[in-house]
T-cell receptor, first 111, second 114 residues
């Protein structure tokens, strides 16, 4: 079956620290992979995506690389800001474009 | 352009009642999906509709049903509400059912069952 496992939170970092949020997946076939972000009081927003192995998605300083050999799609950012405080969800899209989400990782960045 | 819009924003019901949630996709989007997000968890897939036909169904009981209208808007219906149905219900749209297309989410309907 299809599933996504995300790093447990919450994560608290100081401003300008390096961020890694781990995500691994199980899928039949070759899924597309996504990171969504949910800011406080707002809906889910697409952060970045990758559709095939070795693709790197990037947006707003965040990056993630689709690693087929390790079935991973870890989210990274070199220097976080207070405005990055949110809940981050890793997701995969399987056949028929049905999405499967991880449980989410809450990030708090302190000044 | 307007994003995905959902109504109502909040809803309070009692056990055994029925509820209808509504969703309007982004203009031009023909696929609509519904998700249930329980507090502290990721969204769980309920239904997907494309061109007014059901194209996918998640592991939810038959009390949950949905439909898509000719203008591509959609309704999610839940019968015989249980306390465990309390959740945020999210609607998402995409251009087509095509593999790998990102889904664009509305802000959700918060359903509370008393």
């Amino acid at each position: 079956g299809n599933s996504v496992t995300q790093m447990e939170g919450p994560v608290t970092l100081s401003e300008e620290a390096f961020l890694t949020i781990n995500c691994t997946y199980t899928a039949t076939g070759y899924p597309s992979l996504f990171w969504y972000v949910q800011y406080p009081g707002e809906g889910l927003q697409l952060l970045l995506k990758a559709t095939k192995a070795d693709d790197k998605g990037s947006n707003k300083g965040f990056e993630a690389t689709y690693r087929k050999e390790t079935t991973s799609f870890h989210l990274e950012k070199g220097s976080v800001q207070v405005s990055d405080s949110a809940v981050y969800f890793c997701a995969l899209s399987a056949r028929g474009n049905q999405f499967y989400f991880g449980t989410g990782t809450s990030l708090t960045v302190i000044p | 352009d307007a994003g995905v819009t959902q109504s109502p924003t909040h809803l309070i019901k009692t056990r055994g009642q029925h509820v209808t949630l509504r969703c309007s996709p982004i203009s031009g989007h023909k696929s609509v999906s519904w998700y249930q997000q329980v507090l502290g968890q990721g969204p769980q897939f309920i239904f997907q509709y494309y061109e007014k036909e059901e194209r996918g169904r998640g592991n939810f009981p038959d009390r949950f049903s949905a439909r898509q209208f000719p203008n591509y808007s959609s309704e999610l219906n839940v019968n015989a509400l249980l306390l465990g149905d309390s959740a945020l219900y999210l609607c998402a749209s995409s251009l087509t059912q095509g593999f790998g297309q990102p889904q664009h989410f509305g802000d959700g309907t918060r359903l509370s069952i008393l």
